[in-house]
Structure formats: structure tokens, C-alpha cells
């Protein structure tokens, strides 16, 4: 009997508890763990730069991607914050006979502010300062998913406009290179 691989989408901002939950996963479900921080800190040290950001995360998912369809479990491990993005995961995944199960990730800020502390004095090489201002800002931009998306039973929206497939638009949004 083929077992239907799933893909494990972490949503949520940033000290939530989406790479604890990913490291779960990864031991409970023999599921890849592609945790975009650990490349971009690999890659580039102190620097986060933005450029880097959607390349590193769409060479994540294509890899990603190949496992699933290789029959492998997959989690996710980076934010997902526009619905847009965890549409274009879904179907994907869908494509490739696999199942989704998407898990969110909320705290007050009060402890999320209390965890990043706590990780910069801790672990310093996991993560960047982040200032109490785009931890408000990010708060404000996330779409949160609603309960529909995160069980499944809500369909996958169409692609946005210019765009006909959630492939094409998986490509556009995640650049095959730094430009």
C-alpha cells in the first residue's frame, strides 16, 4: 500500500513556535524539515538581506516539492503569511497526490517579544534582532488563516489576476535567482 505523503505548512510570525513544532514533525512524521533561517544564516551570517529572502525559500519548496513527489513527508518551516503564498502550496502539493495539514501559530506579543529575548541571549547565531516595530508591522501584514484553509475543507482560491496557473505564479513569486 502507497502511503499519500503530506506537506506540513508552519504559519505564523516569527518566536510563535513554527521551527519547535517543525522539529517535532521532522522525528514524528520522517518529514523533511527545510527551515528557511538555518539556510539564510548558513549563507549569509549576520546579513538577512531581503534579496535573498523569496529565492532561498522558493529553492526550499522546489525541493520540497521533489520530495513529496518522491513519496516523502515535508514541513514547511517559515512563515507563510499571505494566503496567496499557502494557495500556491497547496495546490502544489495537490498536484502531486499529497495531502496539506497546516498548522498556525499565535502568541501575544508580550511572549513573543519575551521569546526573541530570550533567543538572542540564548542562541544569537538562530536568529536576528528585530525591533518591537516590525514585530508590530509584521503583525499587521500576516492574513491569518481561517478555519476552512487550516483544516482543508475551504477550496484553493484561483490564481491572482496575470496569473493562470498557482505554478506560474509559485515561479513569479519565488525567483529561481537573486536579481
Known amino acids: 500500500m502507497i502511503r499519500q505523503p503530506i506537506l506540513f505548512l508552519t504559519v505564523g510570525l516569527p518566536c510563535t513556535g513554527k521551527t519547535t513544532a517543525a522539529r517535532r514533525i521532522e522525528v514524528e512524521h520522517g518529514a523533511l524539515r527545510l527551515t528557511k533561517d538555518e539556510w539564510v544564516k548558513a549563507l549569509y551570517g549576520h546579513e538577512n538581506p531581503d534579496s535573498a529572502q523569496r529565492v532561498i525559500e522558493g529553492r526550499l519548496i522546489e525541493i520540497g516539492?521533489?520530495?513529496?513527489?518522491?513519496?516523502?513527508?515535508?514541513?514547511?518551516?517559515?512563515?507563510?503569511?499571505?494566503?496567496?503564498?499557502?494557495?500556491?502550496?497547496?495546490?502544489?502539493?495537490?498536484?502531486?497526490?499529497?495531502?496539506?495539514?497546516?498548522?498556525?501559530?499565535?502568541?501575544?506579543?508580550?511572549?513573543?517579544?519575551k521569546r526573541l529575548d530570550q533567543r538572542q541571549a540564548e542562541a544569537p547565531h538562530t536568529t536576528w534582532p528585530m525591533s518591537d516595530?516590525?514585530?508590530?508591522?509584521?503583525?499587521?501584514?500576516?492574513?491569518i488563516p481561517n478555519p476552512g484553509e487550516l483544516d482543508g475543507t475551504e477550496p484553493i482560491d484561483a490564481p491572482p489576476p496575470g496569473f493562470t496557473t498557482w505554478d506560474a505564479w509559485r515561479t513569479s513569486h519565488w525567483p529561481p535567482t537573486v536579481s
Open 65 to 113: 516539492l521533489r520530495s513529496l513527489e518522491l513519496g516523502n513527508n515535508v514541513v514547511i518551516d517559515y512563515g507563510l503569511w499571505s494566503r496567496d503564498e499557502r494557495s500556491a502550496l497547496r495546490q502544489a502539493a495537490a498536484d502531486l497526490g499529497a495531502r496539506v495539514e497546516m498548522l498556525y501559530f499565535e502568541l501575544p506579543a508580550t511572549e513573543q517579544r
Open 133 to 143: 516595530e516590525e514585530l508590530a508591522e509584521w503583525s499587521a501584514s500576516i492574513e
